[in-house]
T-cell receptor, first 117, second 117 residues
Framework: AQKVTQAQTEISVVEKEDVTLDCVYETRDTTYYLFWYKQPPSGELVFLIRRNSFDEQNEISGRYSWNFQKSTSSFNFTITASQVVDSAVYFCALIAPFSGGYNKLIFGAGTRLAVHP | NAGVTQTPKFQVLKTGQSMTLQCAQDMNHNSMYWYRQDPGMGLRLIYYSASEGTTDKGEVPNGYNVSRLNKREFSLRLESAAPSQTSVYFC????????????????FGDGTRLSIL
């Protein structure tokens, strides 16, 4: 069965601290895709990154970085020098086969990050 | 630069009433989706449309119907609203068509907060 686990329900940090959000996934497929989405207090869902199972290179985008490790089935997300604007719920998601040729997006339960001044 | 537009943003219904949630995207995407978001459960797929003229059930389709009116618009209808359908509803779209779909990042609207009394 396919599953995404975000064990950290809530994280609270002080501005400028680094913070890592954990994501562990389960799938039997050899080809799969992983995503991170951000949901700020305003409620919309913002796409952050997509990674396919054949690309284990870490990625950095400004203060954001992602560490994909197939050996531990993890796709962790680190925010360096956090800012108040980073406060949001972050979702990790996995693409998995569903039916009729459609790949379903399976979401984790989300991690709520609060960054305090 | 609208992306995915959902209307209305908020709605309160009485049990048994019907209503249609509207969604339109201006990115020329083939695939569109409806999700519901409930506390602690991430997002769950209600229905999806792989291309204009086709619709298919997702994980939780009971109590809902959809219409892919054209390439831009994908509406969700509650025929007889129930309190269990109180939720936040998100519409999304993505590129790609054919089999399989869903590997491309999905772009979400701002959501519709629906309360059923």
């Amino acid at each position: 069965a396919q599953k995404v686990t975000q064990a950290q329900t809530e994280i609270s940090v002080v501005e400028k601290e680094d913070v890592t959000l954990d994501c562990v996934y389960e799938t039997r497929d050899t080809t799969y895709y992983l995503f991170w989405y951000k949901q700020p207090p305003s409620g919309e869902l913002v796409f952050l990154i997509r990674r396919n199972s054949f690309d284990e290179q870490n990625e950095i985008s400004g203060r954001y970085s992602w560490n994909f490790q197939k050996s531990t089935s993890s796709f962790n997300f680190t925010i360096t020098a956090s800012q108040v604007v980073d406060s949001a719920v972050y979702f990790c998601a996995l693409i998995a086969p569903f039916s009729g040729g459609y790949n379903k997006l399976i979401f984790g339960a989300g991690t709520r990050l609060a960054v305090h001044p | 630069n609208a992306g995915v537009t959902q209307t209305p943003k908020f709605q309160v219904l009485k049990t048994g009433q019907s209503m249609t949630l509207q969604c339109a995207q201006d990115m020329n995407h083939n695939s569109m989706y409806w999700y519901r978001q409930d506390p602690g459960m991430g997002l769950r797929l209600i229905y999806y449309s792989a291309s204009e003229g086709t619709t298919d059930k997702g994980e939780v389709p009971n109590g809902y119907n959809v219409s892919r009116l054209n390439k831009r618009e994908f509406s969700l209808r509650l025929e007889s609203a129930a309190p269990s359908q109180t939720s936040v509803y998100f519409c999304a779209s993505s590129e790609g068509s054919g089999t399989p779909i869903g590997n491309q990042p999905q772009h979400f609207g701002d959501g519709t907060r629906l309360s059923i009394l």
